[in-house]
């Protein structure tokens, strides 16, 4: 939970905001970089989850490479100085422009997701001289187990190359000669809470990569994406991933050679529970059948509980000790639209209008999803060291 000192803070600043807990972060990252370390692993962050610039250069400085997935955030990376030969761009729908950018500053690799993109890559380096290096995103029909909207690695979603079109990937890479295959690139689905399911992706790629190894197309880097999910439920007690575990497992059935680099894209488990939204209780309406408490932040700040049904914790940090009544609340925000709501017949102690809310776990999706929708401010930011 806070500490005292922590709700003083939280008192004099303008609510709602995101607190980002910078030494959690950094105790985070220690773990994560000690645990993959140990088997030479290669981690790039997915910065879709958090752009914060203090965030990001924080885990720059664990030497952590950068997962983009947008122009937009391959310029944030190199703004915050992350090396360029640590990042990758993936994305089934790169401009133009976004395309020639990362040819521009001379990323690690594109992750390719289409044949079609792949032509239009060697297109665009051709015309500036240059041989991009790509990943082929590979969709390997693996099911996460994870919510239907979060689950990218099945034939019926979007992302990357089936397997039908291998054939013709080959024959395309021989005759792309402005492009260079490095590796190829995996990423079946977010917040995967069932270690099982990174087992099978081993499985599956240990196929995939030999597949590909047979026919000539030498493999460097293996990439198996991010996905790895945190407790939403136990923000404190469970506030940092079992890296050790997720890191052995690929270690023990991803089969590769000296030669060969395994490469990791972690969004969530690296910075969702650093983060905390906090906002203020509004109005108190006690009804009949339920009572709510409306709060200043709403799904324009937090949009996963609208988009997903997704659970975050959520604390009354006002009022502590077992010694105040319980109620169940309806917890809402201020938009108008009734998927508002952050959490029904939540159990909190009696709660009143000016009392401090946290709504747990929301450093990953949580800024970045935000929006101005009924021309909300932007959201402000406090740190915590
Ligand atoms: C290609 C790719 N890599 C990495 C990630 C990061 O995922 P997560 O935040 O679940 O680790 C995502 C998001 O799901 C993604 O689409
Ligand atoms: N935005 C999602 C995860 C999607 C990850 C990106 N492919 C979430 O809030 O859980």
């Given at each position: 939970m806070f500490s005292n000192e922590q709700l003083n803070k939280f008192q004099s600043e303008e609510t709602p905001f995101y607190y980002y807990d910078l030494s959690l972060l950094s105790a985070t990252l220690k773990a994560c970089t000690t645990a993959s370390d140990k088997y030479g692993f290669h981690v790039h962050y997915a910065l879709k989850a958090n752009v914060d610039k203090r965030v990001l250069a924080t885990i720059k400085s664990y030497n952590i490479g950068a997962d983009c997935v947008s122009g937009g955030e391959v310029k944030r990376a190199l703004e915050i100085g992350f090396n360029k030969n640590q990042i990758v761009f993936a994305g089934v729908g790169k401009s133009d422009a976004e395309i020639n950018f990362g040819l521009d500053n001379d990323i690690f690799c594109f992750n390719v997701e289409s044949i079609q993109e792949l032509e239009v890559i060697n297109e665009l380096a051709a015309k500036k001289g240059k041989t991009a290096q790509v990943a082929l995103r590979i969709n390997p029909n693996v099911n996460a187990y994870t919510h239907k909207y979060i689950?990218?690695?099945?034939?019926?979603?979007?992302?990357g190359i089936n397997q039908w079109e291998f054939d013709k990937v080959v024959t395309s890479l021989k005759s792309l000669p402005n492009i260079k295959c490095v590796g190829l690139h995996f990423h079946i689905g977010s917040?995967?809470?069932?270690f099982n399911v990174f087992k099978s992706l081993c499985v599956k790629v240990n196929d995939i990569v030999k597949w590909f190894t047979d026919r000539?197309?030498?493999?460097k880097v293996i990439n198996v994406g991010?996905?790895?999910?945190?407790d939403y439920y136990e923000p404190d007690s469970k506030s940092i991933v079992d890296f050790e575990t997720y890191f052995k497992i690929f270690d023990s059935f991803l089969e590769r050679t000296a030669q060969q680099e395994v490469h990791f894209e972690l969004g969530r488990a690296l910075v969702a529970n650093s983060g905390a939204l906090i906002s203020k209780v509004l109005f108190v309406k006690n009804g009949q059948v339920t009572n709510f408490a409306i709060l200043d932040a709403g799904m324009t700040e937090l949009m996963r509980p609208a988009l997903y049904q997704a659970y975050h914790k959520i604390q009354n940090i006002s009022k502590s000790g077992n010694s105040v009544k319980s109620k169940n609340y309806d917890?809402?925000?201020?938009?108008?639209?009734?998927?508002?709501?952050?959490?029904?017949a939540v159990e909190l102690p009696e709660t009143q209008r000016g009392d401090l809310i946290a709504i747990r776990t929301a450093g990953a999706y949580g800024e970045v999803m935000a929006s101005n929708y009924n021309l909300r401010n932007k959201v402000n930011v406090v740190y915590g060291e």
């Open positions: 689950t990218t690695g099945l034939e019926e979603n979007k992302f917040q995967i809470t069932d000539g197309v030498a493999i991010g996905g790895l999910g945190v917890v809402v925000g201020p938009i108008c639209e009734s998927t508002d709501c952050f959490g029904k």
